[in-house]
């Protein structure tokens, strides 16, 4: 049998895995719950979920005492868990650990005294639970999201923190870092991007070049899966990229003995389970 | 009598003010002193200096006891204070107060825990003397000059503190202090950068537009005054530039009523003075 190497970084991100075990364990507990919007883009997840009666809440004011309620990887502003805790519905806090760091930091650098910037997407649930934490602090700030935006919105501080969007892009992070530095007196940085992509693709190359063949496994129209499939295919030539086991063909594993798989971050454990078990499978003759 | 308006940040910068003020001072009092380097690049102010018999130290080790020595703008570590403090020599300190304040940054910087980047030129006088104080701190930093040189040298560390030289140029310290951001976890920055030459650059601008001439004084081979004659003549090409008053023109000056003057950074007052009192000359009779 040829030898399977999976990449430990493959499919859901830490946080995205938190929430979706937690939505799970909620359905299979409680029989009935409501997510506060949609917990990751996947088909096949959604689905899994609706069987388990875990819903996507459309409005707060369809809960009722009793009700369970979880709270995505994004977070939410300390008034809305205040108002479903007033509400007496049974909250299960799936926020990313990541994103409760960037809440601590920004409580943190208004303690300290500085005026704060929020680099990242304003409106994004995320960014809205960072400025409900600002706001609860009694701070003030901005949330910017490019460099037009950040000289626009430039506040006349000489002291001035920042931090950014989990999922923020490094490139305008540093521009903009790097511009505040040079209006400033004082700056300090909390660096809460998350390096969940960047050490996922990292691992895709080194993989890539220890196997025969890779798999990669995700959405075709999933822009980080794709990008996964071209960076790999870019190392070896011999890479595939399937959305599930039933795409594997058998003559692509004939003659290969290490074969590497990875997942973009929307995957399922399941999908790629069942993946690695066909692997299994065309290759116990080899 | 045509009106004369003089940019207030015509000539020196604070610090450079200080240190010849110093050093002219001592001269007058004591008779004789040592400055630990050459104070400025300004043959005039030089060739007065020495008359005052104020002249450059070679070494630390011509010092007798009761000589008098001036530490110039740029600073020097604590162990070269304490050694002239042990030889028992009389100190004049004219370290930049802006200088100082980079020292006293580090230091903070230092007991708050964090690992120190200086940006800023191996081996000038000001960085120096800056690790001098890192290390009389115990902090542990480097000295980078360039992006190179930055990423060649990037720290392992988590926790990482910037001051900069005060004549950093800003567009380095931008980039790197974007690249430092974006590869640790939290970042305090001290933008050390003494905006003396921005400030003089700005202040032509506004003065260039408001008069019918601008005088730029100061060396031709003088980076910064050519830079500033430049600024001058794109926004009013009635501007020129001059070494002393003698170079002055009658002509230039006919039917003019507002008269601009501004001066880089290494032309002493007097010079001003004398280039004023030229230019009251020709328009007295306007």
Chains 1, 2 share one sequence.
Request: with cysteine; net charge neutral.
């Amino acid at each position: 049998m040829a030898e399977i190497k999976v990449a430990q970084s493959a499919g859901f991100c830490f946080g995205v895995k938190i929430a979706v075990d937690s939505a799970i364990g909620a359905g299979k507990k409680y029989g009935k719950a409501y997510t506060n919007g949609p917990i990751i883009h996947n088909k096949q997840v959604v689905q899994f979920l609706e069987k388990l009666n875990v819903k996507e809440l459309q409005s707060y004011s369809q809960l009722q005492e009793g009700d369970t309620v979880l709270i995505r990887s994004h977070g939410v502003p300390p008034k809305t868990e205040r108002m479903l805790q007033e509400k007496g519905v049974n909250i299960i806090d799936a926020t990313c650990p990541f994103v409760k760091k960037v809440h601590e930091k920004v409580r943190q650098l208004v303690e300290e005294g500085y005026y704060v910037i929020i680099i990242g997407e304003e409106g994004h649930p995320e960014v809205i639970g960072i400025l409900g934490h600002l706001e609860e602090s009694g701070g003030k700030g901005i949330v910017v999201e490019n460099m037009e935006d950040l000289i626009k919105k430039f506040p006349k501080r000489n002291k001035v923190g920042i931090v950014a969007q989990t999922t923020q892009n490094e490139e305008f992070f540093e521009e903009a870092v790097g511009y505040i530095a040079s209006n400033v007196e004082e700056l300090k940085v909390f660096n809460t991007i998350c390096d969940a992509t960047s050490v996922r693709q990292e691992e895709v190359k080194r993989l890539a070049k220890e196997v025969d063949l890779m798999i990669i496994i995700g959405g075709k129209h999933s822009g980080n899966t794709r990008r996964l499939a071209q960076i790999s295919k870019a190392i070896n030539p011999e890479t595939y990229h399937v959305e599930k086991a039933e795409e594997l063909e058998k003559k692509w594993f004939e003659g290969k003995e290490r074969i590497g798989v990875s997942a973009g971050a929307s995957t399922p454990d399941w999908i790629i389970k069942e993946v690695v078990q066909k692997i299994k499978e065309f290759t116990k003759d080899s």
